[in-house]
């Protein structure tokens, strides 16, 4: 079984990292221009890495992949991303990558950025699998970008629904939402943050019965279509909507949701709201709920409660929702959905990794 590990590098790394950006860049097709990787020495990666940072993937002990990074503009960029020929198809260049996505998230970072050659189609088609788009190409240099998730702990109805009013502010006609979550987990509060910050007309309620409503703007915005597929049986049921003939002059809201919307559009933005704030607070939940009933009082033989029951304590976590929304497509690269949504709002707002 093969023994993968990813670490943060360190300067005295800089020797093994070396070795494999040469055994790596080494092996690839000539290149023209050609690049400057083989131009690396000790001295320059113990510097890069004593500077920005690293990272080293090991196989079995040995020095099996290489990054170096640096942050610029809010972003993480990628340099010498490498694997050595001897260990390539086994997962390190993922885990590489991943990773990076990590140490991303961690510094508060909008996403990662790397540049990446044209002549190199394989190289290409293994970031756009992990979900980096073209930002722009200079010359046989493609730059690519990949724009992390935004989670939000809303601890208040207010709270979900200023998450909707200030993604409002980021949102334009075009724009498509999927809202994800289960019943009752605050999909519609979110929606009528939106239809607020955009200024749209009539109260937004959930549209179950109806599946779809428009909501005109007041202020000269677009206007808000708010859908409830939650009922539908499928795309085909969604198709009869004729969603596709509104989805480029309004901002799109669709409930329910994933697996049957994202063809309204490349571009959109899936948000998934959940109950609580995370796990360890389950567990306490479960554990005092667990607490509270094996110390429940017992019955007289009359069946009559031994003492009163004291008012159950009202879940201080009842409207603690997490909101986590994932940019999707080109449109996105361009857009700081983190600082938008960290605008004015008190909720803990942070990156985190796919």
């Not at 709201?273 to 009082?297: I, L, M, N, Y």
């Not at 159950?312 to 997490?322: M, S």
């Not at 690269?333 to 983190?338: E, F, G």
Request: net charge negative.
């Amino acid at each position: 079984m093969t023994d993968l590990h990813v670490v943060e590098a360190k300067p005295t790394d800089a020797a093994a990292l070396v070795g494999v950006i040469h055994a790596a860049f080494g092996a690839r097709p000539p290149l023209n221009p050609p690049g400057t990787a083989l131009r690396e020495t000790v001295r320059t990666v113990e510097d890069a890495v004593r500077s920005y940072g690293g990272l080293l993937a090991q196989v079995d002990g040995r020095p099996a992949g290489a990054m170096l990074l640096a942050e610029n503009d809010g972003w993480l960029d990628l340099r010498r991303v490498s694997v050595h020929p001897r260990f390539q198809h086994r997962g390190v260049a993922t885990a590489m990558v991943g990773c990076a996505e990590e140490v991303a998230a961690d510094h508060g970072l909008a996403g990662v950025r790397l540049v990446a050659r044209a002549e190199l189609p394989a190289t290409l088609t293994f970031w756009r699998h992990r979900g980096y788009l073209v930002a722009g190409e200079d010359g046989p240099n493609i730059h690519l970008a990949k724009r992390l998730p935004v989670e939000v702990t809303a601890v208040s109805v207010e709270d979900t629904q200023e998450v909707g009013r200030r993604l409002a502010t980021i949102l334009r006609a075009g724009d498509l939402v999927l809202l994800t979550g289960e019943l009752g987990a605050g999909k519609t509060t979110l929606t009528q943050g939106i239809g607020a910050g955009l200024g749209v007309r009539g109260q937004v309620t959930s549209p179950t019965f109806v599946i779809s409503r428009a909501h005109p703007s007041t202020v000269g915005g677009p206007p808000l279509v708010h859908v409830d597929a939650y009922r539908l049986g499928g795309v085909a049921e969604l198709d009869d909507l004729d969603l596709d003939t509104s989805v480029d002059d309004a901002v799109t809201v669709v409930e329910w949701g994933e697996g049957l919307a994202e063809g309204l559009a490349e571009d959109r933005l899936e948000v998934v709201v959940s109950r609580g704030v995370g796990e360890d607070a389950t567990s306490e939940r479960e554990d005092r709920s667990a607490d509270e009933s094996a110390g429940a009082p017992e019955r007289t033989p009359d069946g009559a409660l031994d003492s009163e029951p004291e008012d159950e304590p009202e879940d201080e976590h009842a409207d603690v929702r997490q909101v986590r929304v994932v940019p999707v497509g080109r449109r996105w690269l361009d857009v700081a959905v983190r600082d938008a949504l960290a605008d004015g709002l008190a909720a803990d707002v942070r990156s985190v990794p796919h």
